[in-house]
């Protein structure tokens, strides 16, 4: 995955996932973790967490707000709770969280160090050191509030944390990789997730570099005082034409819309297409046992088609975070109640192959990686129905899949 990978407007938003919704979000965070780690290790998994795309599209799936900040502490929480169980067997660690959890990150750090035997007390200052930049080095008007450190048995670790500006009711969201890093000080990000709030002081730039060494010389030579009266006569003169800044590095840039609903424009609707035809083409020739389980049909197999993307998809298919909803709908009832019942066949049906998996037997996994390589292949020429026709679909056959949404069950077509 590139290193690089690009940054999102987070609208800020507030609220509660509720436990119903938490607990297969913990289990399905698990589970899509696992079968990440199966395929290509747990390096990879690190890579992927630190790419802003995918994590967006990694709490869509899983039936989050798919455009608000509220989907980086449901994340962070349920793979924390989905991964704990597993750390021993998997080699992952996920320390930190939101508010007092974000404190307790270099005690757990120390702590697994001493268990599994890196160095704790060096990743506990690289944690404390990664969130000194962010809050510090790069002063862009957002306060940190969450910070979530993963780490592997052999030392090498991905940091998601996030800050909020409460005037503009926006989040952004920073993501560092341990990976081929050289300075903490010196272009360390991954990425760096918000929209442009005007002129950012980035001290991490590599064109910085003189202006760091600059401000330690002054700090030496003048102390604090000296820097204060410098500035103030600085203030009192009279503007004079201003110095040609140098444009910040360019990285591609996902906006996440104020707006909750999904419509036509979050959505790159050939993908959408490939997926729905994979699930009706694929899902009986690969899930013929599956297809006979009461309850269990072509619905269930194109939640699976955009789980199995999400694991095997490369950096240029997340670019539209928002069809990862149509997956398991939003708790907010965007763009539909989840479906409650197709979340678990999902669960299940994915859990029944990782743990086959790991007793030798490959082919359900596999099974899934065939139906995300048609999706694709057939996303060139597949047609179906637009966003909207979809969406009033699904909300027509809610109740039938146990749609449920924070405002409660769904109710029969034709209810108030």
Not at 52 to 76: K, L
Not at 157 to 177: F, I, K, P, S, T
Not at 252 to 266: F, S
Not at 350 to 362: D, E, I, P, Y
């Amino acid at each position: 995955m590139a290193k690089r990978a690009g940054s999102a407007d987070l609208p800020l938003h507030s609220g509660h996932v509720p436990k119903w919704l938490a607990d297969r979000m913990t289990r399905l965070g698990g589970v899509v973790s696992e079968a990440v780690v199966h395929h290509y290790g747990r390096d990879e998994l690190l890579r992927r967490l630190a790419h802003p795309f995918w994590f967006q599209s990694f709490g869509a799936v899983m039936g989050m707000d798919w455009h608000s900040s509220g989907i980086t502490t449901s994340v962070i929480g349920a793979l924390k709770r989905g991964l704990t169980p597993l750390s021993k067997e998997l080699g992952i660690h996920v320390c930190g969280g939101r508010g007092k959890h974000s404190r307790q990150t270099p005690h757990e750090l120390i702590t697994i160090g001493e268990r599994v035997g890196f160095d704790g007390a060096a990743l506990a200052n690289a944690s404390r050191l990664v969130a000194k930049v962010d809050s510090a080095a790069i002063q862009d008007g957002f306060d940190l509030y969450l910070h979530g450190f993963i780490v592997t048995d052999d030392g090498k670790w991905a940091v998601v944390q996030q800050g909020m500006n409460d005037g503009r009711r926006q989040a952004r969201r920073y993501h560092w990789l341990s990976e081929d890093l050289e300075s903490f000080v010196d272009e360390p990000h991954t990425a760096i997730d918000g929209i442009g709030q005007g002129t950012i002081v980035n001290l991490t730039d590599r064109r910085a570099e003189a202006s760091r060494r600059a401000q330690i010389e002054l700090l030496g030579s003048l102390g604090p005082d000296g820097i204060a009266r410098k500035f103030l006569a600085l203030e009192e003169r009279e503007p004079e034409t201003a110095p040609v800044s140098s444009p910040q590095l360019l990285l591609p840039h996902l906006v996440m819309p104020e707006h909750h609903d999904v419509r036509p424009k979050d959505v790159v609707l050939r993908r959408l297409h490939g997926t729905l035809a994979a699930a009706a083409d694929r899902g009986p020739a690969d899930f013929p046992d599956l297809l006979l389980t009461p309850g269990v049909g072509p619905r269930t197999v194109q939640a699976l088609a955009m789980v199995a993307e999400v694991v095997h998809g490369t950096p240029c298919r997340f670019s539209d975070p928002a069809r990862f909803s149509f997956a398991h709908g939003g708790k907010d009832r965007h763009p539909y109640p989840v479906p409650v019942r197709v979340y678990d066949e999902t669960i299940r049906v994915l859990k029944s192959a990782v743990q086959k998996a790991k007793l030798g037997q490959q082919e359900e996994l596999f099974a899934l990686k065939r139906l995300d390589d048609q999706a694709r292949a057939l996303e060139r020429h597949a047609t179906g129905p637009d966003v909207e026709e979809h969406i009033g679909r699904e909300r027509a056959s809610s109740h039938s899949y146990g749609g449920r949404s924070i405002f409660g069950d769904e109710p029969p077509p034709g209810t108030v």
